[in-house]
Antibody
Framework: EVQLVESGGGLIQPGGSLRLSCAASGFTASSNYMSWVRQAPGKGLEWVSVIYSSGYRYYADSVKGRFTISRDNSNLDLQMDSLRAEDTAVYYC???????????WGQGIQVTVSS | QSALTQPASVSGSPGQSITISCTGSSSDVGGYNYVSWYQQHPGKAPKLMIY???NRPSGVPDRFSGSKSGNTASLTISGLQAEDEADYYCSSYTRSSTLVFGTGTKVTVL
């Protein structure tokens, strides 16, 4: 069974750091393209970051310089520094069997930035 | 990168057809055939419905179809069913090598 399971979320004060992890299992081949996508309360989906199997990484302007994406085999991480209230959201790990679309998603994990 | 523009809501009766538009620019929707569509039920993770403008993943009913003309992509649901009531989001690859989602459309089955 294909699974993506996120961990590491929680409540953090503004300016703090948090590291999200996504454990991938059941895939027959390593993904070429994995991303983090977030959804603020009552809002739409927002793409956050991507990492290619080659190591190339890209970020949304809203998180550039504060977030760092990395991967180790089938696991995906997101290091989030200098967190702001507007980073409060459910964060999804997403896997692509090709490029530029996501056919597998994790269940999502809540990150709340508040004092 | 600004979100792609979608109508806030679309509604239809069971059996009818509806179309959701997704408007971007030549830097995203119009420049690449990398538009995808996602369905999201409340409290659930998104589900891929269409990729690369018009391709349907296995398991997605053929009632769902996608197309593109210029800077606007469209998702059509034919033979609308009660379980199609959900939020729908488009997404596109961009010239900056990033991705951008649409503003989202709430589909209501009357």
């Amino acid at each position: 069974e294909v699974q993506l399971v996120e961990s590491g979320g929680g409540l953090i004060q503004p300016g703090g750091s948090l590291r999200l992890s996504c454990a991938a299992s059941g895939f027959t081949a390593s993904s070429n393209y994995m991303s983090w996508v977030r959804q603020a309360p009552g809002k739409g989906l927002e793409w956050v970051s991507v990492i290619y199997s080659s190591g190339y990484r890209y970020y949304a302007d809203s998180v550039k310089g504060r977030f760092t994406i990395s991967r180790d085999n089938s696991n995906l991480d997101l290091q989030m520094d200098s967190l702001r209230a507007e980073d409060t959201a459910v964060y999804y790990c997403a896997h692509s069997s090709g490029y530029y679309f996501f056919d597998y998603w994790g269940q999502g994990i809540q990150v709340t930035v508040s004092s | 990168q600004s979100a792609l523009t979608q109508p806030a809501s679309v509604s239809g009766s069971p059996g009818q057809s509806i179309t959701i538009s997704c408007t971007g620019s030549s830097s995203d929707v119009g420049g690449y055939n990398y538009v995808s569509w996602y369905q999201q039920h409340p409290g659930k993770a998104p589900k891929l419905m269409i990729y690369e403008v018009s391709n349907r993943p296995s398991g997605v009913p053929d009632r769902f179809s996608g197309s593109k003309s210029g800077n606007t992509a469209s998702l059509t649901i034919s033979g609308l069913q009660a379980e199609d009531e959900a939020d729908y989001y488009c997404s596109s690859y961009t010239r900056s090598s990033t991705l951008v989602f649409g503003t989202g459309t709430k589909v209501t089955v009357l």
